[in-house]
């Protein structure tokens, strides 16, 4: 247990669907992340959090839609997604952003294939 | 070409055996970072170095700031050891943003 939890565990949906994914974390830290992880890739940064305010998009489609209401919670809204968008999509939070010191801590992540 | 080269790719043992993975990189960083992930998908991490030689346990993580290289060594593997584990830099210019490798893939038989 890291201390960050994601729900659900396995998503599966239609092209046409609006779903959510839900990151939490229980450790008291002010950053938070989304990455997606797919198939024979390295892990790719898609969006930052810091004290709830977005701080680094990286390129991501608009369906991706990212929310964080606290320091605790972070959402990554999905629609009108496309099969290449089947992927493990993790979270991992931290105490800040600042620094090189700062160790990242993950959840188990959300394994999301679409049809 | 990746920033973060890892090799091998895939690494087959036997328990017991000493096993030893690399991650070599090209640009400048403030820290590295080993990780280890699971078939279920969760992520761990094991070490994060800046300069020298960290130890925990049977893991033994070194790093070489001016060849830009490191390493994870495993001493007397198990299978509970099979997993990816991976190599990310935090580069100087980034703040907390991580550049991951691909991953290698170890497999520990009994």
């Known amino acids: 247990e890291t201390g960050v939890t994601q729900t659900p565990r396995h998503l599966v949906m239609g092209m046409t669907n609006k779903k959510s994914l839900k990151c939490e974390q229980h450790l008291g830290h002010n950053a938070m992340y989304w990455y997606k992880q797919s198939a024979k890739k390295p892990l790719e940064l898609m969006f930052v959090y810091s004290l709830e305010e977005r701080v680094e998009n990286n390129s991501v489609p608009s369906r991706f839609s990212p929310e964080c209401p606290n320091s605790s919670h972070l959402f990554l809204h999905l629609h009108t997604l496309q099969p290449e968008d089947s992927a493990l999509y993790l979270c991992?939070?931290?105490?800040?952003?600042?620094?090189?010191?700062?160790?990242?801590?993950f959840g188990p992540g959300t394994r999301l294939l679409v049809l | 070409k990746n920033e973060v080269e890892q090799s091998p790719q895939n690494l087959t043992a036997q328990e017991g055996e000493f096993i030893t993975i690399n991650c070599s990189y090209s640009?400048?960083?403030?820290?590295l970072h080993w990780l280890q992930q699971h078939p279920g998908g969760g992520i761990v991490s094991l070490f994060m170095?800046?300069?020298g030689k960290k130890k925990h346990g049977r893991l033994i993580a070194t790093i070489n700031i001016q060849e830009k290289h490191s390493s994870l060594h495993i001493t007397a593997s198990h299978p509970r050891d099979s997993a990816v584990y991976i190599c990310?830099?935090?580069?100087?210019?980034?703040?907390?943003?991580?550049?991951f490798g691909e991953g290698t893939q170890l497999t520990v038989n009994p």
């Open positions: 170095l800046s300069s």
């Open positions: 640009v400048g960083i403030s820290a």
């Open positions: 991992a939070s931290s105490q800040d952003l600042a620094g090189g010191t700062e160790t990242q801590y």
């Open positions: 990310a830099v935090r580069q100087q210019t980034s703040g907390s943003r991580l550049t």
